[in-house]
């Protein structure tokens, strides 16, 4: 059964610092992975989606690496701002009969404090 | 940008009762999903729905549940007669192929 893990839970920095958040999923066999941010009492947003065949996706300040056959991928925040706070949450997808189901990690709740 | 959206935002309703959520997924999507997020919990697949029916479930969604596309917009869940444990957030997502997921704001529901 494919589990998602994401490290730290939850991270504070300075506004302006880079920053390095983590995923790790158990089973390498995944179609694609997906980062999301999550604002209180709001839905999930994809920030980046990277299919199983490629290394990595940038989107603006963020960029998202995969490496399937360690089972990682990382988010990095560059130049990171107050608007960055948020939970961020790692979901891997399971291939299936015609559509496909995310498997999310619990998230790491980042404050970047001004 | 076209969104998902979901009503009602919050839901209230005593145990036994049952409970309809509402989505409108984005126009030109073909597949639509519902997940779950109990309070400090991970957010869970529920189902799957593809060409007018179920394409994959998981062990959470049993005979309590069940899903409709009852017309070319709303994408409903329905959970027969409500537990406790069937508090959490419920979010409606739908998506293309290959393309990221998006997911609407959530329905809140609250059994008492």
């Known amino acids: 059964k494919q589990e998602v893990t994401q490290i730290p839970a939850a991270l504070s920095v300075p506004e302006g610092e880079n920053l390095v958040l983590n995923c790790s999923f158990t089973d390498s066999a995944i179609y694609n992975l997906q980062w999301f941010r999550q604002d209180p009492g709001k839905g999930l947003t994809s920030l980046l989606l990277?299919?199983?065949?490629?290394r990595e996706q940038t989107s603006g300040r963020l960029n998202a690496s995969l490496d399937k056959s360690s089972g990682r991928s990382t988010l990095y925040i560059a130049a990171s701002q107050p608007g960055d706070s948020a939970t961020y949450l790692c979901?891997?997808?399971?291939?299936?009969?015609?559509?496909?189901?995310?498997?999310f990690g619990k998230g790491t709740k980042l404050s970047v404090i001004p | 940008e076209p969104e998902v959206t979901q009503t009602p935002s919050h839901q209230v309703t005593q145990m036994g009762q049952e409970v309809i959520l509402r989505c409108v997924p984005i126009s030109n999507h073909l597949y639509f999903y519902w997940y779950r997020q109990i309070l400090g919990q991970k957010v869970e697949f529920l189902v799957s729905?593809?060409?007018?029916?179920?394409?994959?479930k998981s062990e959470i969604f049993d005979d309590q549940f069940s899903v409709e596309r009852p017309d070319g917009s709303n994408f409903t869940l329905k959970i027969r007669s409500t537990k406790l444990e069937d508090s959490a957030m419920y979010f409606c997502?739908?998506?293309?192929?290959?393309?990221?997921?998006?997911f609407g704001n959530g329905t809140r529901l609250t059994v008492t």
């Open positions: 997502a739908s998506d293309r192929v290959d393309s990221p997921l998006h």
């Open positions: 990277i299919q199983s065949s490629q």
């Open positions: 979901a891997v997808t399971i291939p299936g009969a015609g559509s496909y189901q995310l498997t």
């Open positions: 729905f593809y060409n007018n029916e179920i394409s994959e």
